[in-house]
């Protein structure tokens, strides 16, 4: 089963109301909350250590591509990023200056494009480090890139 496949199946049973103009499948979810200039735009991303990340991978770089995940989805819908929160999963006996140089690489990438990081969470996990971030951001009104909008030669 592939990603589309998966995610078509998760899907089926997610419920939805009428501020979502578009949502999972896509790049970004696509919320409309009223405003007449704007659209938001919501994502979420996990870089996991073993998948995307190993120990041998310098924090500050494991930080910045947790947020650069993110950053580029809602670029790729035209957006323009606003403010996230970051979950960090952490090992027992995990050592807090190396988390502090992933979330010093995550600040970083934040600064760069004006991203706010409001809050986020930490937990345990026995696998390892995992970081998800969830990003809101904007999009001009009718200006917003969805993956259905895609033609062949669009690249």
């Known amino acids: 089963m ?10 089926r049973q997610l419920p939805a109301n009428e501020i979502v103009v578009a949502g999972a499948g896509d790049d970004c979810a696509v919320l409309d909350f009223g405003n007449p200039e704007r659209l938001f735009l919501f994502k979420t991303d996990a870089t996991v250590e073993g998948t995307h990340f190993t120990q041998k991978t310098p924090p500050e770089k494991t930080g910045r ?3 650069a995940r993110c950053l580029s989805d809602v670029a790729a819908m035209a957006g323009w990023p606003s ?3 970051a979950t960090v999963g952490l090992p ?7 988390i502090a140089r992933i979330y010093n690489g995550m600040a970083a990438v934040a600064r760069e494009f004006g991203v706010a990081i409001v809050g986020g969470e930490t937990t ?3 696998g390892g480090i995992f970081i998800s971030i969830a990003l809101l951001g904007t ?17």
Not at 2 to 11: G, K, M, P, Q, V
Not at 142 to 152: D, E, M, T
Request: proline share 5%; hydrophobic share 50%; glycine share 10%.
């Open 92 to 98: 027992q006996g995990f050592d807090p200056a190396m």
């Open 2 to 11: 592939n990603e589309f496949e998966l995610i078509a199946l998760l899907t």
């Open 139 to 155: 999009v001009a009104r009718g200006r917003q890139v969805l993956r259905s909008g895609a033609k062949v030669g669009d690249a």
């Open 124 to 126: 345990t996990n026995p």
């Open 83 to 85: 403010a996230a929160v």
């Open 65 to 67: 591509k947790a947020m």
